[in-house]
């Protein structure tokens, strides 16, 4: 069974990293079968993309967060990860990892994590 | 704000039939691109309902429909249910913003 694990801090200060990780069982990231994403969601507000990963570590991201956003993976570790720097009041958000239904841009997010609060305040 | 356009709310009573509406352009659904839907229930994760415009994700049930024409697209519910309430979501993909993956902005579905 699929299991997308999130871990992570989920209280920072502006100007802080934040630092997400997920971790996927039941699959193989290096399999190549999938693209990983992460997603978040202000309290109350709609869904963001956030960026996306190949187990090769090939990655891109929103325009607007393209210079704080480092998305990484650890196929040893079965593992992928967000690191968003600066952060401000506005990042806070539920984030949320998810992976891509297939290997094939574009295309549905078919399994998702539990989502971590991040809130960012002084 | 999203470049997806969704209404904010539709309600409807038990064992009725409603329809949530996606709008893009020509550089996102209209531009061929698939058109995914999700359902989120308060405090959890979205679920893949719909995907490819039309398929059900597995162990969707079929009143759950989807249909995409020109540059909208629509969930359909019907035989609607008190677990039905939650919000919808669309997504698609816009060829004009670098990879960008988009999101409607949601429809909250009340069941009356």
């Known amino acids: 069974q699929l299991l997308l694990q999130q871990s992570g801090p989920g209280l920072l200060k502006p100007s802080e990293t934040l630092s997400l990780t997920c971790t996927v069982s039941?699959?193989?990231?290096?399999?190549?079968?999938?693209?990983w994403v992460w997603i978040r969601q202000p309290p109350g507000k709609g869904l963001e993309w956030i960026g996306t990963i190949y187990y090769t570590g090939s990655s891109y991201s929103i325009p607007s967060l393209k210079s704080r956003v480092s998305i990484s993976v650890d196929t040893s570790k079965n593992q992928f990860s967000l690191r968003l720097s600066s952060v401000t009041a506005a990042d806070t958000a539920i984030y949320f990892c998810a992976r891509l239904r297939s290997a094939a841009l574009p295309d549905a997010f078919d399994s998702w994590g539990q989502g971590t609060l991040v809130t960012v305040s002084s | 704000q999203f470049v997806l356009t969704q209404p904010p709310s539709v309600s409807g009573a038990p064992g009725q039939r409603v329809t949530i509406s996606c709008t893009g352009s020509s550089s996102n659904i209209g531009g061929g691109y698939d058109v995914h839907w999700y359902q989120q229930l308060p405090g959890k994760a979205p679920k893949l309902l719909i995907y490819g415009d039309s398929n059900r994700a597995s162990g969707v049930p079929d009143r759950f429909s989807g249909s995409k024409s020109g540059t909208s697209a629509s969930l359909a519910i019907t035989g609607l249910q008190a677990e039905d309430e939650a919000d919808y979501y669309c997504q698609s993909y816009d060829s004009s913003l670098s990879g960008s993956v988009l999101f409607g902005g949601g429809t909250k579905l009340t069941v009356l």
């Open positions: 039941g699959d193989s990231i290096s399999s190549g079968y999938h693209y």
